[in-house]
């Protein structure tokens, strides 16, 4: 008997990550500071969950159950709840509202920020390490730590604030966007596959195909948002990329030109699954959701 659609099931798996991670962070220890309220702050916060909605989706797409993917899991949503953190300080894109709510710095200060940030980077390395097998803790580990430094996430912010006040051409903004955004969410389809050293190099080139393109077209979307959206509908505020003259693909090329290059990256990202045998539908329902967005 074929199990539920994907999508059917999502919403258990939100679930899912949701208490991993809330079981995990009130374990802190009570040090007398703010720092652990101030991590629990920044994650347990309503995030959508996306990045480790497509760990759960590309392992199983892999033929893995999700109690081997808890922890990747959960280590890619504490990377990305440490990176909104620190992207969110004055020093970077001086962001006061963030799913919602009052960014980190705001609600408890810069200082405390910049600890929580940096300690939900190392407590995702120290529950990958946890929670895998030893061989594939450190493959897993490679694939985050390239996502987060100078060719990944790091990288891309140096170039979002360098090309500030910028007209940077097509390919130089694309390039910031695979690092910037692109890499962690590359970081999420791929985690599952250190579980799956066995996987043809043709699978994981269509894993890493689908994963670029997906990527690439999120942060086009989230262009678009920045522009188009209500603060009140994505949780943040709108328009702070054109007060910072951000480059950004709407105003550089249109917003016309943007919906046209999400098309093109929706199509090449559908392209790439079916390079990929088995099931794959999780991965399609993702794409869509990342690339078509309201929020």
Do not use: Y
């Given at each position: 008997m074929s199990s539920p659609p994907f999508s059917a099931r999502a919403?258990?798996?939100v679930q899912r990550i949701e208490h991993w991670l809330e079981h995990r962070l009130s374990a802190l220890p009570d040090d007398r500071t703010r720092l652990p309220e101030a991590m629990r702050y920044a994650t347990l916060n309503g995030g959508k969950r996306l990045r480790p909605l497509l760990v759960y989706a590309s392992g199983e797409a892999l033929g893995l159950t999700p109690d081997r993917l808890?922890?990747?899991?959960?280590?890619?949503?504490?990377?990305?709840c440490y990176s909104l953190?620190?992207?969110?300080?004055?020093a970077m894109d001086d962001d006061s509202l963030r799913r919602g709510?009052?960014?980190t710095h705001i609600a408890f200060d810069e200082a405390t920020a910049i600890l929580a940030g940096d300690a939900l980077?190392?407590?995702a390395f120290e529950v990958l390490a946890e929670t895998s097998e030893p061989a594939a803790a450190c493959r897993m580990s490679l694939e985050l730590t390239r996502a987060c430094g100078a060719a990944g996430m790091a990288g891309g912010q140096a170039l979002d604030l360098q090309f500030e006040r910028q007209q940077p051409e097509r390919a130089a903004i694309e390039s910031m966007y695979?690092?910037?955004?692109?890499?962690?969410i590359h970081a999420a389809v791929m985690l599952p596959a250190a579980l799956r050293p066995d996987l043809p190099d043709d699978h994981r080139r269509a894993l890493s195909d689908f994963a670029h393109a997906a990527g690439l077209g999120f942060q086009i979307r989230d262009d678009l948002l920045e522009i188009e959206g209500d603060t009140q509908v994505i949780?943040?505020?709108?328009h702070s990329d054109q007060v910072r003259q951000k480059a950004s693909w709407p105003a550089l090329f249109g917003a016309g030109e943007a919906r046209a290059r999400i098309d093109e990256l929706t199509l090449e990202s559908r392209h790439a699954?079916?390079?990929?045998?088995?099931?794959?539908d999780g991965l399609c329902w993702l794409a869509e959701r990342l690339l078509r967005r309201q929020h």
């Open positions: 919403n258990a798996l808890d922890g990747a899991a959960a280590a890619v949503e504490l990377i990305h953190v620190h992207d969110d300080l004055p709510q009052p960014t980077q190392a407590l695979a690092k910037k955004t692109g890499a962690l949780g943040k505020s709108s699954l079916e390079r990929l045998p088995g099931d794959h």
